[in-house]
């Protein structure tokens, strides 16, 4: 029986890769017996912050790339997205509530897969921790005991609102550039409204972090307030930037984008704008936006921190602990960052938590898939070691007579696809 630590995405990812291949596996997961300040469902699976899996450009965006690699390999995260896919133009959105149900009756259903709900509180010898960014006390002591320690950052979400409550004659819908079906609700601003928007952002009372610094934000999930106080002008550039966008021919001075956050429509998230306002104060301030002046609020945004491991000095790039090749790690604990890029991860953890309970070398694919990249990341030294997102950047350089950036991303692409399926096909050929 291999132990899994931790029901979220990539601890169901790589339950689901385990008993795939066969083996039994004992899925722990602590809620709803015990609750992190994050989470609100008993359901595994369970995204906290944003309902969007980023980009599905398989050939021009990085995460699009991963999440197809993902699907050559049979991700169980990659079929419910699929099965709870909410309009968002180019990007995977989903249906929390629909993706959650989906993954948990998938796992629950699987003969090999026994689900225990309890705390795990010690460091098992063997098996996988897919705890996340928001592990419990007790098993933060335990690593923190053996492994001197983690980093940490802060990780923040974006408010929700009812759909029937934004007025709608001071919105227009659409996607950037016409691209997609028109699945954004867009919230145009002029010069006078947006800036003392951004005065009003930028002075508004927020909510007091214990040991906060302002070193350890995350660049991918700064504070919209925060982004504020870099300059006027720096959410016009941003989050709010109206460029591709058109509002009775002309286009707006700012625009803030709703997305849906549910297939049924009725509740939408402001696209970008995590906080760490206290709740009053972002009802009051996005109030300003004139679509948002009587918004009635499901969810507002949390900010909460986010715990990694110094990884390189830690793990393999197979994700295996490098002093005890018999316990993984897997998810944002890690310090690879973002919904896709945890799954993954927990993946190529539980598929080569089989091979290493079979006597089996581990595998990893190269470092011109995107998969491959992030776990040779997660195991290279680095000084300054930082949570990590899919991006070309980091992918193993290769067409540089190519000078067309949308070319060679395509190129990239191409080559990245070619090997995983050269990847899948070792991993069903040695498992003969």
Sequence with gaps: MIEVIGAGLAGCEAAYALAKAGAEVALVEMKPKKMTPAHTSAALCELVCSNSLKSDDVYGNACGLLKEEMRILGSIAMEAAEHSRVPAGGALAVDREKFSAYVTQKIRACKNITVTEREQTALPASGIIATGPLTSDALSSAIDEKFGGGLHFYDASAPIV????????????????????GDYINCPLNKAEYEAFVAELINAEKTTLHSFEKKEIFEGCMPLEVMA???????????????????????????????????????????GCQTNLKFGEQRRVFSMIPALAKAEYLRYGVMHRNTYL??????????????????????????????????????LAGLNMWRRA????????????????????????????????ANFGILAEGFAEVRDKKLKKKFLAERALEEIRAFRAQLAEEKE
């Design 310 to 347: 110094s990884s390189p000095d830690i793990l393999n790039a197979d994700f295996s602990v490098k002093e005890n090749p018999a316990l993984f790690f897997a998810g944002q604990i890690t310090g690879v960052e973002g919904y896709v890029e945890s799954a993954a991860s927990g993946l």
């Design 358 to 389: 079979n006597g089996k070398n581990t595998l990893v694919p190269s470092d011109r898939t995107v998969l491959g990249a992030l776990a040779h990341y997660v195991a290279t030294p680095n000084r300054d070691y930082q949570p990590m997102n």
């Design 229 to 271: 106080a870099r300059g006027k002008d720096t959410l016009r550039f941003g989050t709010l930037k109206p460029v591709g966008l058109e509002w009775n021919g002309t286009r707006p001075y700012a625009v803030l984008q709703l997305r849906k956050e549910n297939a049924a429509g009725t509740a939408y998230g402001l696209v």
């Design 162 to 181: 009812s759909a029937d409550s934004i007025d709608y004659d001071k919105t227009f819908t659409g996607d950037r550039y016409g691209r997609g079906t």
